[in-house]
């Protein structure tokens, strides 16, 4: 009897170990799908990071047009500065929303003279 009490408790032994293997398993399972969309996730933080990288740079190169364009206008007269806000104004108002490097550096070297804008025409 002893004998065969014994091999019971074994079993039941045995059971309880199998449910913690169990068990065990299924953590394992969870963490390998927990990693698995920390990866997802730092793909998209990464993705998202490029772009404002790239807002944050677009920015900047406003900031800088801007910034030259009023340089220019301070530099020119009453009356070309008008023309020439006119002349932006027209070419804004189109289509087009950001101007090109060949307009600003027109812009900027013109120093006034109209001729030397003939894009915004």
Known sequence: MTNIQSKIDL?????IDLEIIKENAKRKADNVNLSAENAKVKIELRRAMGEN?????ESLQDVKTRERI???????????????T???????????????PEVISDI??????????????
């Not at 079993?11 to 059971?15: E, V």
């Not at 900027?108 to 030397?116: E, F, L, P, S, V």
């Open 108 to 121: 900027i070297t013109a120093k006034g003279t109209t001729n030397a804008l003939p894009i915004l025409r």
């Open 86 to 100: 006119l002349k932006m104004v027209r070419r804004l108002k189109s289509d087009a929303t950001r101007l090109s």
């Open 53 to 57: 990288a790239k807002l944050k740079a």
């Open 70 to 84: 009023e340089k220019t206008m301070l530099d020119l007269d009453g009356s070309e500065l008008v023309s020439l």
């Open 11 to 15: 079993l039941k032994q045995r059971a």
